[in-house]
């Protein structure tokens, strides 16, 4: 199994410029996740997508961030335009299944660094 | 305000040591998982917990859930370097709602 796909690894971009982050769930996995990594924050949640449709975007930090995920396969992240403080690991992950008491196994990828300068 | 908060935020050890890292709540969680997490990856699952008072081993690693379901505790018996990582608890407070993680523990065992 592929596991789950993100691209590209590290992306290095001037402040003001649009970033856009890409993710390939596991086959058959109905939820998607993105979160984003720092050391002063944590694992945070941004958005989650169950079936396609996103759920809960609380944890979108502002309106410079957006996400989508128009098929079962394929989900990407945009940030415009980017910022210093943007500075981050942002991983994506899948999911079979978040109903109930019990959350399902979340996949994650292997991340995507992102540096603005 | 951190709803997981992990403890020790960073533990060094020497190999053949044990220790245990906590990660406490004010909230019950219907369910409550433990991840790894090494440099350059995403987290891995461990295990998840479910019922309070639930202990489970995966060979040197013994997690246990609170009674309450408040809280977790991870114990390793014998830590060896491949032991180090992050080690990240998340749970579900809510059925259907999305995992909460707690900013993790960094373990460094060195041989």
């Known amino acids: 199994d592929a596991g789950v796909i993100q691209s590209p690894r590290h992306e290095v971009t001037e402040m003001g410029q649009e970033v856009t982050l890409r993710c390939k769930p596991i086959s058959g996995h109905n939820s998607l996740f993105w979160y984003r990594q720092t050391m002063m924050r944590g694992l945070e949640l941004l958005i989650y997508f169950n079936n396609n449709v996103p759920i809960d975007d609380s944890g979108m930090p502002e309106d410079r961030f957006s996400a989508k995920m128009p098929n079962a396969s394929f989900s990407t992240l945009k940030i415009q335009p980017s910022e210093p403080r943007d500075s981050a690991v942002y991983f994506c992950?899948?999911?079979?299944?978040?109903?109930?008491?019990?959350?399902?196994?979340?996949?994650f990828g292997p991340g995507t660094r992102l540096t603005v300068t | 305000t951190q709803l997981l908060e992990q403890s020790p935020q960073f533990l060094s050890i020497q190999e053949g040591e044990n220790l245990t890292v906590y990660c406490n709540s004010s909230s019950v969680f219907s369910s409550l998982q433990w991840y790894r997490q090494e440099p350059g990856e995403g987290p891995v699952l461990l295990v998840t917990v479910v019922t309070g008072g639930e202990v489970k081993k995966l060979k040197r690693l013994t997690f246990q859930f609170g009674d309450a379901r408040k809280d977790s505790s991870l114990h390793i018996t014998a830590a060896q370097p491949g032991d180090t990582g992050l080690y990240l608890c998340a749970g579900v407070v809510q059925a259907g709602t999305a995992l909460i993680f707690g900013k993790g523990t960094t373990l460094s065992v060195s041989s």
């Open positions: 992950a899948s999911s079979f299944g978040t109903s109930g008491r019990i959350a399902g196994e979340q996949y």
